[in-house]
């Protein structure tokens, strides 16, 4: 294995087999292990009231990050910009978002959010809830909190855009 | 929102709204973000070696549980098992998976990785280990720990399977 200082793991030693590390122990497995029931779950629940994936996190990123560029919104929303400029034509035409040329330039289209579909998150949101509340059964705030500085460190360290 | 005694969150309070909990402090946002950052600069590596996402997770699975039914592996994997097959398909065509009966029961087949399939995930894993150590840059031994420990707990809160 090639090694790499500038990554260097733990103290510099290369990473383990993954027979060694163990499937249980290796933090990307059980993470697309974890999010791939929570998002077949969420999926499941949201089809119920109509939305897909797309649509339900477009919604969600756009009631806390309103007024977005489509660009921007594929980052935070983690779907395709070509999946996600069909979701917001659906969400449009439900009269959930609005697209609405930048003030200071007009050749940026922004992403806007409906009181409709502010009232359309609320309706959802409380299945969200309920499955991050089942995630985080039984392991304390701090262990939460730990976790979550964790992540936020990690997405620094992965990520492509600077937000 | 309904309260649910059983899935409490803290101190049995409900859970706040997102936009109060912020979009880079809800974990299953963050876990989205890295793993489908992951899983993409995978999926372009995993080209050149000729691998689906599909291939290689059953690859990456059977190198260190071997032997395994085709319904296990899905869930192992993270992948549908109609895709799932049709993965494995390839692989048996490749040389590098056999199905085998068991020896017990006719009826069941069990996957089983050949030295060349051991060969192509020796060769892919050089890869995987680096993304692995670029995501914990930066992180020390006892946080890593500390999160995988949180990470197998939310993996028992939520999976439908008991493995």
Do not use: C
């Amino acid at each position: 294995m090639k090694q790499d200082p500038q990554h260097a793991f733990g103290a510099g030693e290369p990473v383990p087999r993954l027979g060694e590390i163990g499937l249980y122990n290796f933090a990307p497995y059980l993470m697309n292990r974890i999010m791939g029931r929570y998002n077949a779950s969420l999926r499941e629940e949201m089809a119920e009231f109509g939305l897909s994936t797309p649509k339900m996190r477009a919604l969600a990123v756009l009631s806390v990050i309103d007024g977005i560029q489509i660009s921007q919104l594929s980052v935070y929303a983690v779907v395709e910009q070509s999946t996600l400029s069909r979701a917001l034509d659906q969400l449009m035409a439900e009269g959930l978002i609005r697209r609405q040329p930048d003030p200071n330039d007009s050749r940026v289209t922004r992403i806007v959010i409906t009181d409709a579909g502010r009232a359309a998150f609320e309706r959802i949101w409380p299945s969200m809830a309920r499955m991050y509340r089942r995630m985080f059964a039984g392991i304390a705030d701090d262990e939460r909190a730990a976790f979550v500085a964790t992540l936020q460190k990690m997405l620094r360290n992965i990520r492509k855009h600077e937000f």
